[in-house]
Structures are given as structure tokens and as C-alpha cells.
């Protein structure tokens, strides 16, 4: 009886891992045409996407089938805890690689409708039809893809064979980011329906920053203007020059609340709404703009929008060139920075113009283009604005937190960061010059590493003016007021560093201290001198492991600056990975996390 009872359940066994060999090959199938599906997706082959996901979907119904197939013994074969884990496994894939495959289709159809609109003459100002289609899709896609996740991470823990533990691995750490990754569109598109006036009007400030006279988010902000938005209809109100706002001469912000660059200047400075980013952190600036904004007697916005050449560029790059018939300039994606010199400091400007006021022109001329974008451009154009927001070249502040909440998420908001571990930037005013882009700084970061993982970092920073001066007196020098700030929790050795530094105040955990510097024109240079000693700049992992990280912030839109990086070890320690660069550049942020081994 017994003899008997161990034949039947050898059997049940032996049958069991018949049909779970066989599920799992189907599943690994499947799993392999899921990933190729991402990779075309990606790629915007969209055609080759949804022959993935019929793949991977066939591959999981034959998984299900073997399944299936074990139902006469499946009883049995669960109470076996080896085979009834692999049974549940199988079990699991199948049904969450189905999910998967049929929620991915309409995510596809969804891109596809951008890529390839049906209307490709549509504007941009006019796409919330579009949006609200793709939004649609998105919701059911997203709560399958999170159930699907959640079913997969179940299986942790268990005791799986071969191939099946490999699926099991391999999906517990790419579905949650897929998730993630389809959370963040349909937020992020449930935030831009809501940023193009589908709950309700809207309206916005437009700023654009001139590079030429540098300012820590930017520059100058030369001009301004209002864009409405209402049920996706995007319009352009108006545009101009920022002097010639009406309350451009009036409504400033108190002297005793300006802020040190205005406040050591001698005389004091103004500062007005072309100066509210005189710091690091967007919101708080475009928070003052509409503030300010609102103090000249103009209706108020629900929030602000700042640009540089760089984006204007990058559009342009998509929609094409663009003529300012009265200045006799066609401005391309690969001149604009050329023609922005020419006609602000190079050339005399029409009569009854300012020197400023081609910027005006151009920058009205390049959104009201945007917003007249076909449909057949969209796509194109995403891409190249999220490109800019990530470098930096555009930032917006929202008073909707709906739509602030998703601009923080992807970084988009400019807000001055929270960072533990090596951290440095300059948060640099210029005072008049238009001297900007040619400025070169070289920064030589000395961080000496103890072995609780503080360390004494000396930053000498070299400004080397390139630039001469020109017809109009605006190169004579590169006078600017410089707030650097340091790692989180450090404390600057006054002694060791430059004199004459202004402490300021404590930003995102950084501390700040500010010097006044100028380098004359045609290669002169100034030199500045930092030194803080930090407390955790090398921290430990869970696991015990030591850890370097090191994020420095850029200037937005300026070129050319390097930073060369030493960083001393304790006796006996090494790098595991080989360590940081000794060179890098700054014409984007850079960050970095590097590993150690000690003694």
C-alpha cells in the first residue's frame, strides 16, 4: 500500500516536471519577447512592438496551457512543497505575463498616436483631444501592470529551480520599474491636461533668461510674456521686453528683503522682476515673479515659465527655422546663439529699437511657432523639451500641486537639490556685463577622505575672462557676486578659504558663503579659494560598503567650464571600480557614486 502510494506519488512527480519544464521554456519565451517589445517601443518601432507583445502573449497562453495541464494532479503536486511552489511560480508567470501583453497593447496604440497622428496638421495648441485619448489608455494599462508586480513579488522567498528562479529575479527587479515608468506617464499626463486648461482656464508668465549676464538659474531675464491656456487651447497673450512692462520701474522688492547681491552692491541694486532669480531654487524665484507680477496690477498666474536660447534651440532643431523680417535674420537651431551676440552687442539696432529687444522678438516668434506646431511634430517636440527641461534650459513653478507634484518628480521644477555626500556649486550674479558666454571657469576639487568617511575638500576655483570688450562698453569685466555652496553639514574654514566671504544663508541642507570677484576682459582672471571640512562625505551601504558621491550642479546654458577632481584615501583603502574621473565638464550636471574598499 504504501510501495503503492510512493509509485503514484513518483508519478505525479515525474508528470509535474514534465509540464513545468515545459511552462517554464514558454515563459522564458515570453518574458524574452516582453523585453524585446520594451526595447522597440523605446525605439519608437512600433510596428515591431506589437509583434513582441503578440509573441510574448502566445508564449504565456502555451505557459497557461502546461499549466492547464496539471490540474489532474495539481492537488497532489501543491501538497509536495518543492513542486508546489514551482507549480504556483508557473502559475504566477503566466498570468502575469498575460496581464502584461494585453496591457501593453493599448500603451502602444496610445504612443502610436502621437508618433503618427491620424489629423498631422493638429496643432500643439490645440491637443487635448489627443491627450485625453492617450489618457484613457493609460489608466486600465498602468492597474494591470501593478497587479501584475504585485503578484510577481509574492514570490520572493520561495525556493525555485533553475530557470523559473531566474524569472522569478529577473521580474521581481524590471516590473516594478516598468510600473513606475507607466505610473509617471499617466501622471505626468494627467498633469499636462490639467497644465493646458482641460479643469479650467489657466494662465502663465513666460520669462526668458539671457546667458550673457549670468544669474545662478540662467541669466537675465530679458523678456516676458503671458501664455492662456483652456480646454488645450494654447495662446500666446502677449510678449515683450521686460522694460517695458509697466511696472518694470516700480514694483520691486524691499532692500532690507533683496538679498545679498543687491544689498552689497555699492550702490545697492534694484531687484526687480528681472532679477527675482538672483538664487539657486526656481520655485521660490518664480513664486516672487508672481508676486511681483500681481503687485503691477496685472491679473495672477498660475505659474511660471522660464526658457534659455538652449531651448529655443532645441525647438528649432524640430519646427525649423524662423525669420525676423525686421532685423533681416533667418535664426536656426545651430546659429541662434551667433545671431543673439550679433544683434545685442555686435550691430546697431533699427531705429526705435533696443539692443534687447531682437531677443524679444525672437523669443515671440519661436513659441507662437511652438504652439503652431503640427501634430505630426509632436513627438518630436517632447522629446526635445524634456531634453531641455533636463538640462536645466527650461523650468516651470505650478500653483496647481497636481501639476507641481509631477514636476518634481521628473526635476523639472528647478528646485535646488537635497544631496548627502560631496556637493558643490556656483550660484553666480553677474553685475551688468554681457559678458557671459565667455566666461570660463576651472575648478581643482581637492577632497581629502578620512577614515570615518569625513573629509577636508579645497575647491580653487580660476574665472578667466575671454571675452574683449565691445562697441557698446558691456565687456569691460566680469564683476559678479559668487555663493558657493558645500556638502550638506559642512563647515567652511574661514582661515584656509579667501577672505572677505558673506555668509549666507543654509539652502537644502547646503551651506552657502559669497565673495565678490571680476576678471578683466581679453583673458584676464580672478581666482577664489573654498575650503570646508564635511562630515559624511563617504557613507556606508547596509552592507557595510563605503560609498563616494559627488553631485555638482551647472550653470544653465553656459559651455566650456571643467572641473579636475582628486580625492585622497585613507591609507589602505581603494577604489573598487575605479573611482571618479579626474577630469569632467560642465556643460550638463554631473553626479556620480563610486565604491570603496577599506584596509
Known sequence: MAAGAGLALLFVAGFTVVHIAAAASAAQRGKAALSRAEASLSARDLDEARSHLDAAKLAFAQTRSEVDGLRLVAKVSRRVPLLGDQVKAVDTFASAGIALSEAARPLVDAVDTIVHPADDKVPVSAAMDALRSTQASLAPAVAAISQASDQVARLRGRFLLGPLARARDDLTTRLPRIEERAMSAEDGLSSLIAFAGGSGPKRYLFLSQNPDEVRPTGGFIGTYGVLTAEGGKLALERYDAIENWAGFATVVVPPEEA??????????????????????????????????????????????????????????GVVGPVTIASYGETVTADNIDERLDFQTHQTTPPDGAHRKDFVAVLAETVMRKLLDAPASQWEPLGRAMGQAFGAKQAMAWSADPEVARSLADRQWDGAFPVHAGDFFFNSEFAYAAKNGRGIRRVYDHHVALNLDGSARITTNLTVTNTEPPDTFGNRAGTLGYLTIYGPEGAVLDQAASDPLGFKEPTLAGHPATGWFRAAAPSGGQTTLKVVWDAPAIAKQDRAGSWRYDLRWLHLPDHKGDVVNLTVDLPAGWRWKDGGPPPQFSLDQEFSGSWALAGS
Do not use: C, H
Open 259 to 316: 538679498g545679498a547681491p543687491f544689498r552689497y552692491n555699492t550702490p545697492p541694486k534694484r531687484r526687480t522682476l528681472a532679477n527675482v532669480n538672483s538664487g539657486p531654487d526656481w520655485p521660490e524665484a518664480a513664486q516672487l515673479a508672481a508676486n511681483l507680477w500681481r503687485a503691477g496690477g496685472e491679473a495672477p498666474v498660475d505659474g511660471v515659465i522660464s526658457f534659455t536660447p538652449g531651448f529655443m534651440g532645441r525647438v528649432l
